[in-house]
């Protein structure tokens, strides 16, 4: 039997005075991994940049990325250590899915999915 994997919402705000190119490279960075690490992605979904409700580091805006993965609860601080030391990541925040918070998620995947098909028609 297989590792118990856990369903999680990770946000977290990269700085946005980087170059598109080395966001981008962030995100891909982040991605890979939670993959590497035994995640599953489920979906990674880039707000782009906005303003901060404070400063954070003397920084007003900030891109944000939110994502939702599988992944063995044992992963989770590793992942949080990885994020806590790379500079260019403002905050983050993780979240574990409970059953109700994955209904929900997969509810609105399916009607995301189903609004996208009524508009390629």
Sequence with gaps: MGIDKNMY????????VLSDEQIKD?????TQYIAEG?????????????R???????????YYVNMYFRAPGSFI???ERALEIDDNILRY???????KMQRH???????????????AN
């Design 9 to 16: 919402e990770l946000t977290y705000i990269v700085n946005s």
């Design 26 to 30: 962030i995100v891909q960075r982040v």
């Design 38 to 50: 035994g995640g599953e992605i489920a979906e990674v979904d880039e707000w782009g940049s906005r």
């Design 52 to 62: 901060l409700a404070y400063p954070l580091q003397k920084k007003r805006n900030g």
């Design 77 to 79: 601080p590793r992942l």
């Design 93 to 99: 925040l993780t979240l574990r899915l409970d059953p």
């Design 105 to 119: 998620y997969e509810e609105r995947s399916k009607q995301r999915a189903s609004e996208k098909a009524a508009t």
